[in-house]
């Protein structure tokens, strides 16, 4: 089975430019998630889907972050314009119906962001 | 407010050197508590849930139990490539529907020959 896939990998951009992270679920996984890992930090929560609709975004910068999950599969995270303070590993993680018994997210590898 | 503490904050062992890493937990609603395993460079890797007090899961070298307040990561004789970050998190339901995960700041685990 393959895993939760992201891209790209890294990324270095300047402050006040845009930047949009992919994030492709495993296949079946009606949820998604994207969460901001900072150095030395755990993973923070942005945004949780369910198919197709936003399930928690109560710690997305709305000002400046945006996501979106088209037809219940593919998801994109952008960033515009980025601070400093957004330099992080952005991860995307997927699971089964978080209402059924089994809720194990599985993460991507991540997408490390540097912003200058 | 939910908080999750992981302690200590880095642990270094000896091989064969057995030890536990903590988490404790305020949270209200708690549904899960669950146990990741991250590499440098990688993202986090499911290991264990537990859902209820006394429960305890075991993984080759990893046992996971769980009180009302607390989590334990026990390590038995450790090897160099249990190395790595252990991230606890606790899920607990959402006002409005749907569950969440609140993650630690993790112990970072250095297990040396």
């Known amino acids: 089975e393959a895993g939760v896939a992201q891209s790209p990998r890294y990324k270095i951009i300047e402050k006040r430019q845009s930047v949009a992270f992919w994030c492709n679920p495993i296949?079946?996984?009606?949820?998604l998630y994207w969460y901001q890992q900072i150095l030395g930090q755990g993973p923070k929560l942005l945004i949780q889907f369910q198919n197709n609709g936003v399930v928690d975004d109560s710690q997305l910068p709305k000002d400046r972050f945006s996501a979106e999950r088209l037809k219940g599969v593919d998801s994109t995270l952008k960033i515009q314009p980025a601070k400093l303070e957004d330099s992080a590993v952005y991860l995307c993680?997927?699971?089964?119906?978080?209402?059924?018994?089994?809720?194990?997210?599985?993460f991507g590898p991540g997408t490390r962001l540097t912003v200058t | 407010e939910d908080q999750v503490t992981q302690s200590p904050e880095a642990l270094r062992l000896q091989e064969g050197e057995s030890s536990s890493l903590n988490c404790s937990y305020t949270?209200?609603?708690?549904?899960?508590l669950f146990w990741y395993r991250q590499d440098p460079g990688k993202g986090p890797e499911f290991l264990f849930t537990?859902?209820?007090a006394g429960e305890e899961k075991e993984k080759e070298r990893l046992k996971a139990t769980l009180t009302k307040k607390e989590s334990f990561l026990h390590i038995t004789a450790p090897k160099p490539e249990d190395s790595a970050t252990y991230l606890c998190?606790?899920?607990?339901?959402?006002?409005?529907?749907?569950?969440?995960?609140?993650f630690g700041t993790g112990t970072q685990l250095k297990v040396e020959l």
């Open positions: 949270v209200s609603g708690l549904r899960g």
């Open positions: 998190a606790v899920q607990f339901i959402l006002t409005g529907g749907g569950n969440k995960l609140t």
């Open positions: 537990l859902y209820s």
């Open positions: 296949s079946g996984h009606a949820t």
């Open positions: 993680a997927s699971s089964k119906d978080p209402g059924q018994s089994s809720y194990e997210q599985y």
